[in-house]
């Protein structure tokens, strides 16, 4: 059974930095690709950035762009989402997901739908504010 756990949350103010980072067990994390989600109090869960299972595709929403990096270690299991000049829009609970889409599809990631993704962390708070 895949599972996923996020950490590296908390509280930074407006243009400052973190790394979350989704540690992946139970399936090798080369064959898992993974969405990173944001839930805003009030508003529907946004997928922000995603990443294919070997690393060679990403996509991310507009906001994120020049701003918002994801990136993964298979060796260590992990994906990693960069975070820097947050924002307070950026305020949420950021979750990764993922889900396997086979060898055909290694270097494809998925950021239009969340119900694409089968598996899902509990998530990790991200505040902005000052």
């Known amino acids: 059974q895949l599972q996923l756990v996020e950490s590296g949350g908390g509280l930074v103010q407006p243009g400052g930095s973190l790394t979350l980072s989704c540690t992946v067990s139970?399936?090798?994390?080369?064959?898992?690709?993974i969405g990173w989600f944001r839930q805003a109090p009030g508003q529907e869960r946004e997928g922000i950035v995603c990443?294919?299972?070997?690393?060679?595709?990403?996509k991310s929403i507009d906001s994120a762009k020049g701003r918002f990096t994801v990136s993964r270690d298979n060796a260590k299991n992990t994906v990693y989402l960069q975070m820097n000049n947050l924002m307070p829009d950026d305020t949420g609970v950021y979750h990764c997901?993922?889900?396997?889409?086979?060898?055909?599809?290694?270097?494809?990631?998925?950021?239009?739908?969340?119900?694409?993704?089968?598996?899902w962390g509990q998530g990790t708070q991200v505040t902005v504010s000052s």
């Open positions: 990443i294919s299972s070997d690393g060679g595709g990403t």
């Open positions: 997901a993922g889900t396997q889409l086979g060898p055909s599809f290694q270097s494809m990631c998925i950021l239009s739908t969340w119900s694409e993704y089968e598996y």
């Open positions: 139970g399936v090798a994390s080369k064959f898992v690709t």
